[in-house]
Nanobody, 116 residues
Framework: VQLQASGGGLVQPGGSLSLSCAASGSMFGINSMGWYRQAPGQKRESVATATSGGSTYYADSVKGRFTISRDYAKNTVLLQMNNLKPEDTAVYYC???????????WGKGTQVTVSS
């Protein structure tokens, strides 16, 4: 599975950004796609996930501000980030996970910087 991410950039606090990720390759069965982030000196953390069954999960820190949506026909996932805060600054990584194989696939990270 290959993941191609796009989006990100610099935005002022309170602003919005969107991240998009397209998956290609051999994908079948139960899976999830989502976004993780890693700030300097911090561990990588899950931000939002959308499963093949239609469920979505969010980190508490982004609930009410971020929305994940998935196009199952196009194998894409979009993360809409609103009301961004400086603490959202991090490198964001697209993720595809297949529990049957227990394998995580990662896209290249994209920088999101929230600063005035």
């Amino acid at each position: 599975v290959q993941l191609q991410a796009s989006g990100g950039g610099l935005v002022q606090p309170g602003g919005s950004l969107s991240l998009s990720c397209a998956a290609s390759g051999s994908m079948f069965g139960i899976n999830s796609m989502g976004w993780y982030r890693q700030a300097p000196g911090q561990k990588r953390e899950s931000v939002a996930t959308a499963t093949s069954g239609g469920s979505t999960y969010y980190a508490d820190s982004v609930k009410g501000r971020f929305t994940i949506s998935r196009d199952y026909a196009k194998n894409t996932v979009l993360l809409q980030m609103n009301n961004l805060k400086p603490e959202d600054t991090a490198v964001y990584y697209c993720n595809y996970y297949t529990p049957r194989l227990g394998v995580d696939y990662w896209g290249k990270g994209t920088q999101v910087t929230v600063s005035s």
